[in-house]
């Protein structure tokens, strides 16, 4: 049996790179590592309030239209604001945040960024260190498999076909300049009793070789049958 090992973890320092950067003693290296996770968790858990807020307002204007509603379920959920990933690098007084997004719309609104830095402040209690947080929009969001991963995540919730929406994400990898794309998903598909896994492979996927720069991507969805798990590896370029 193969053993599975993961393939981000697997190539740190050659293709992939830490997204923390700081040095502590080896007492204070627990600290350090509990304080990114939660700088992560409430930058997370801020777009995903300030976004069910702005859905909702949405819904609430456009309540009088059926026609909107209805292009509103079938839109695509390109749109939504999805982390790629969050780097942090830690000076003695200053620690800096720098958070790479596919559509940086909600954190582009005027006092979002200062809003974001009062509640890290608040959850990390860092009185002698100031925050500086800078939001980077990433070139090509269709070759990040975060954004697949939760385009794939809405259309299930929607009651889309598990099968299309696999197939709508590779079509959406076309427009990304990438060698190859493989995605997963396995759980109660369609709702049957029994679990299963769904797998579609497009191009190259040299799993075993390090010098091959491949982005992947483990997403839980919740839908009213149970918990699916996506799994999306994108082969991006070899070194």
Request: glycine share 6%; with cysteine; charged share 30%.
């Amino acid at each position: 049996m193969g053993q599975k090992i993961n393939p981000l973890g697997f190539r740190l320092g050659t293709t992939q790179k830490h997204h923390s950067f700081w040095f502590a003693q080896p007492k204070n290296y627990s600290e350090g590592l509990q304080e990114d996770k939660k700088i992560r968790d409430c930058i997370k858990n801020y777009i995903q309030k300030n976004r069910k807020k702005s859905s909702n307002r949405k819904l609430e204007s456009d309540s009088s239209s059926e026609v909107i509603t209805h292009n509103r379920k079938n839109d695509s959920g390109s749109s939504s604001e999805v982390i790629t990933r969050i780097e942090i690098q830690k000076e003695i007084d200053t620690i800096h945040v720098i958070i790479h997004i596919g559509f940086p719309n909600l954190l582009k609104k005027k006092g979002a960024i200062e809003e974001l830095e009062k509640d890290l402040q608040k959850e990390i209690n860092s009185v002698n260190q100031r925050l500086n947080i800078s939001i980077e929009k990433v070139k090509e969001p269709y070759r990040e498999p975060n954004i697949l991963a939760e385009y794939i995540a809405f259309q299930l919730k929607n009651r889309v076909s598990f099968r299309k929406a696999m197939k709508k994400a590779m079509e959406l990898t076309k427009k990304a300049d990438i060698k190859g794309v493989k995605v997963k998903i396995a759980g109660r598909l369609g709702g049957k009793e029994i679990a299963r896994a769904e797998c579609i492979k497009k191009g190259r996927l040299p799993l075993q070789t390090i010098r091959a720069k491949i982005d992947y991507c483990c997403y839980p969805i919740r839908t009213i049958y149970g918990v699916l798990g996506v799994k999306i590896w994108i082969f991006v370029d070899e070194e």
